[in-house]
C-alpha cells in the first residue's frame, strides 16, 4: 500500500517558520513525477502551494511565493514556511502526481496525504 506520510504540522506565531514534510512509503521507481502541497481552509476550496517535479523544478502558488521553498530528497519532499501569515492557517494535504510537467494538478493526484493542520495565530 503507498502512503504519503505527512509530520511537521502544528501551531505557529504570525512570522514565525514551519517545516512539513512527506515521505512516500512503498513508492516503486518512478522516473518522472510531480509532488507537493495542497492545501483547504475552512469554507474554502482546496488551493495549490507549491510542488516540485522530477527535472527538480519547482512551481508556487501566488499566495506563498517568496515565503516557501519546496525540495526534495529520496522519496520525500519538504515544505520550508517562512513568514508565516494568518491566512496560512489550513489543511495541508501532500499529493503525488505522474505528471511529466512541472504543474500539479487535482485531477492527476494519484497518491494523497492525510493532511496535517496548520495554524498560525496572529
Known amino acids: 500500500q503507498v502512503q504519503l506520510l505527512e509530520s511537521g504540522g502544528g501551531l505557529v506565531q504570525a512570522g514565525g517558520s514551519l517545516r512539513l514534510s512527506c515521505t512516500a512509503s512503498r513508492l516503486p521507481f518512478i522516473s518522472r513525477y510531480v509532488m507537493g502541497w495542497f492545501r483547504q481552509a475552512p469554507g474554502k476550496e482546496r488551493e495549490f502551494v507549491a510542488a516540485i517535479s522530477w527535472t527538480g523544478g519547482s512551481t508556487y502558488g501566488d499566495s506563498v511565493k517568496g515565503r516557501f521553498t519546496i525540495s526534495r530528497g529520496h522519496n520525500t519532499v519538504i515544505l520550508q514556511m517562512n513568514s508565516v501569515k494568518p491566512e496560512d492557517t489550513a489543511v495541508y494535504y501532500c499529493?503525488?502526481?505522474?505528471?511529466?510537467?512541472?504543474?500539479?494538478?487535482?485531477?492527476?493526484?494519484?497518491?494523497w496525504g492525510q493532511g496535517s493542520q496548520v495554524t498560525v495565530s496572529s
Open positions: 499529493a503525488f502526481s505522474e505528471a511529466a510537467g512541472l504543474l500539479l494538478r487535482q485531477s492527476e493526484v494519484r497518491y
